[in-house]
């Protein structure tokens, strides 16, 4: 079995979406052979040399589950971009790059958080290009934490307060943009998370083959996750959804 889950938001602020996270641990992915992160993982992330306790037991918990055979794999979201390779040491996870293909019976699935879809949002695109060029997160990286604290906060604040005031089209994934993406990438599946709308659309490439394109949901009133079984014959992904509140 191999799951997928992103937009988890974690934070020290919502302990149920943490509790359901590790029950999560316990239960589902347990059983699982592979499990990916594909962005989001937590709220914010200012740095690996400032994880904060509630940081580490989430990363001892990732660890624990790689010792018990499930490989797991870490995509940075834009909210969780900094996360570097102590953290991945001490959790037991590979980071991968967005976007990501990897290889299920053969088949090549395309993995990505969701945002270098979301053409239409041009500022946020621009903002994300500086932010991610490797001169300004060296710098960022090396900044005083009071200071990286402070920049996370007025970050998350301004996207909030952008986000609220755009069309839920910009925000989304533009159509157009998908089928050259994925035919960019030789696949008919593509798996992503970013702009909490779980759903599977099927979809026509340009080439005329019929494609998938499938979000996964954020963990706020209810917990999202895709899972595969790479043993069934068509593959097939099946979305799941749990209430939060419900689990124990």
Aim: glycine share 4%.
């Amino acid at each position: 079995m191999i799951l997928f889950i992103s937009d988890l938001h974690l934070q020290e602020q919502r302990p149920d979406i943490s509790r359901a996270f590790f029950n999560f641990l316990q239960q589902q992915a347990r059983h699982a052979q592979q499990l990916y992160i594909l962005g989001d993982f937590f709220e914010v992330w200012i740095g690996d040399d400032a994880m904060s306790e509630f940081q580490q037991q989430v990363a001892h918990a990732l660890k624990q589950l790689s010792q018990h055979d499930c490989q797991v794999f870490l995509m940075h979201g834009n909210r969780d971009f900094l996360i570097g390779q102590q953290f991945c040491q001490l959790a037991g996870c590979t980071l991968l790059p967005d976007p990501s293909v990897i290889q299920i019976q053969q088949t090549p699935i395309l993995l990505s958080h969701g945002d270098l879809l979301c053409t239409e949002d041009v500022e946020y695109l621009k903002m994300r290009r500086i932010l991610r060029n490797p001169l300004a997160l060296f710098i960022l990286r090396h900044l005083p934490l009071t200071l990286r604290h402070k920049l996370a906060r007025g970050l998350r604040n301004q996207s909030q307060s952008r986000t609220s005031m755009k069309a839920a089209s910009i925000t989304d994934v533009t159509p157009e943009a998908v089928a050259p993406f994925m035919q960019k990438y030789g696949v008919h599946t593509l798996i992503h998370g970013h702009t909490h709308r779980p759903a599977k659309h099927a979809l026509i490439l340009n080439n005329q083959q019929p494609a998938t394109r499938i979000v996964l949901g954020d963990w706020d009133k209810a917990l999202w996750y895709l899972r595969c079984d790479p043993q069934q014959s068509p593959l097939t992904f099946s979305l799941q959804q749990a209430p939060i509140t419900a689990l124990p």
